[in-house]
């Protein structure tokens, strides 16, 4: 009897934790024609608990490199955990998710060329996300559309084009995050910035102490930049050095609900 107990009690575990797997897939997928990148995007979707059961809208988060966002089985070396993060944090907020193209993802989050690696046609990307993209989803979701309302955000490369989507449609993005950015790919970044008019968005800088030799002196170079752009009285820039942190998803996904809580306020 003890046994069979014993079994019973291992089911029914087993049924909740698989119960509680299923439950975890809070996000759905879509395809969208992409004619500035001459491509099919897949976009994935998070939408908060009681979308279904309100008529209110939202505020949108879109970021890069979907396939490391909500799923650990398509993740490339860990996933963000957005959906559990957001869930726990019961943040009312849409989150978009771009798939990156594969072996173009380099020449799609990065707005200017290196002179060893390529790149430079995060243009095209934005232009997507902004021309194509976000009318598609402000027109088939309740979202608050103002750029005080949408934000973007990404790591890496990612965190790049965040910052560079930021001073380039200012009347889009209101808010950015902007996680162990690449500025290294190209000096020009910086003097696209010294050049941006003053912007009023929301930006959280972050990255680890335990990442490229010259990560954090590229991210403070770019925050002092910003510092000189607009007054820091208006605490409108975070910056955030965090202790041992490294260049991958499990840093970043433990620092996102702190960065979207601070960006959304």
Not at 181 to 191: A, C, H, L, Q, T
Not at 226 to 231: A, L, Q, V
Request: charged letters at 25%; hydrophobic letters at 35%; glycine letters at 6%.
């Amino acid at each position: 009897m003890k046994v069979i107990f014993s079994l019973l009690l291992v089911g029914l575990g087993l049924f909740w934790i698989s119960q509680k797997a299923l439950g975890q897939k809070r996000y759905s997928t879509f395809e969208i024609e992409a004619p500035q990148l001459q491509v099919s995007k897949k976009i994935w979707i998070y939408l908060p608990k009681d979308y279904d059961k309100t008529s209110k809208k939202y505020p949108v988060i879109y970021m890069h490199d979907a396939q490391n966002l909500f799923d650990s089985e398509k993740a490339f070396a860990g996933e963000w955990k957005v959906d559990e993060t957001l869930d726990s944090l019961k943040m009312d907020v849409i989150v978009i998710g771009i798939e990156h193209g594969n072996e173009k993802r380099l020449d799609e989050l990065t707005p200017f060329k290196n002179e060893k690696y390529g790149g430079g046609n995060a243009d095209a990307y934005l232009d997507f996300i902004v021309s194509t993209l976000k009318p598609y989803v402000d027109s088939k979701y309740r979202t608050k559309s103002k750029a005080k309302n949408t934000t973007i955000f990404g790591s890496s490369l990612g965190g790049l084009v965040s910052f560079y989507a930021l001073l380039k449609y200012p009347k889009t993005f209101g808010n950015a995050g902007v996680f162990s950015p690449s500025f290294w790919f190209s000096n020009e970044i910086y003097e696209y910035a010294k050049k941006a008019k003053k912007s009023k968005a929301k930006i959280y800088f972050l990255c680890g102490d335990s990442e490229s030799e010259d990560m954090v002196a590229d991210m403070q170079r770019m925050t002092a930049i910003m510092s000189e752009n607009r007054c820091d009285c208006k605490h409108l820039t975070q910056e955030v050095i965090v202790k041992n942190g490294r260049h991958n998803e499990k840093m970043w996904s433990e620092q996102f609900g702190k960065a979207v809580l601070w960006l959304l306020k």
